[in-house]
T-cell receptor, first 116, second 113 residues
């Protein structure tokens, strides 16, 4: 089966611009989570969406937002980009069963965002 | 919030030796502990996980142990091979599943041939 697909793979933006990243989860997975990975801060949770609803949000400023569509595809948006937003943004999807447990994350390959 | 500390940050072992990576967590309510392997330039991949109702779990050469009292958990890799070289991340969650994970800072494991 197809894995988690993130587009684009690489992106260069200028400070002050905004950017939209896309994530298509594994077919049948309704949960999509986003993480930011940087050398200094490691992997940090941004937000989680399930059935088009944001279930959890990490400790990031309001410039970071996201949404999920009815087909479970998700987008995240970062407005007013800052140099510190340069990072690898990873999307992960998971399948939640009737027991209320998921079978673990499958990560996408990420979008490498560079802010100049 | 939850805080996860991971040690060591780098680890070099000879091929065939064992490797142990340790993590401690701060929130005693955490109940799900996965380990991810990330090879250079690739995505993190789940290699093993454990829930708080279990003390140990094994999968071939990989095992994870959990000590709830001390709030720490460890990854054990036996008979290491060069393809085990990667960055390993531990994580913790309060939800019992892969959800809103708090990650450790990672361990760069190098297996020397």
């Amino acid at each position: 089966k197809a894995g988690v697909t993130q587009t684009p793979r690489y992106l260069i933006k200028t400070r002050g611009q905004q950017v939209t990243l896309s994530c298509s989860p594994i077919s049948g997975h309704r949960s999509v989570s986003w993480y930011q990975q940087t050398p200094g801060q490691g992997l940090q949770f941004l937000f989680e969406y399930f059935s088009e609803t944001q279930r959890n949000k990490g400790n990031f400023p309001g410039r970071f937002s996201g949404r999920q569509f009815s087909n479970s595809r998700s987008e995240m948006n970062v407005s007013t980009l800052e140099l510190g937003d340069s990072a690898l943004y990873l999307c992960a999807s998971s399948l939640w069963g009737p027991t209320g447990r998921s079978d673990g994350y499958t990560f996408g390959s990420g979008t490498r965002l560079t802010v100049v | 919030g939850e805080n996860v500390e991971q040690h060591p940050s780098t680890l070099s072992v000879q091929e065939g030796d064992s490797a142990v990576i340790k993590c401690t967590y701060s929130d005693s309510a955490s109940n799900y502990f996965p380990w991810y392997k990330q090879e250079l330039g690739k995505r993190p991949q789940l290699i093993i996980d454990i829930r708080s109702n279990v003390g140990e779990k094994k999968d071939q050469r990989i095992a994870v142990t959990l000590n709830k009292t001390a709030k720490h958990f460890s990854l054990h890799i036996t008979e290491t091979q060069p393809e085990d070289s990667a960055v390993y991340f531990c994580a913790a969650s309060l939800s019992g599943s892969a959800r809103q994970l708090t990650f450790g800072s990672g361990t760069q494991l190098t297996v020397l041939p």
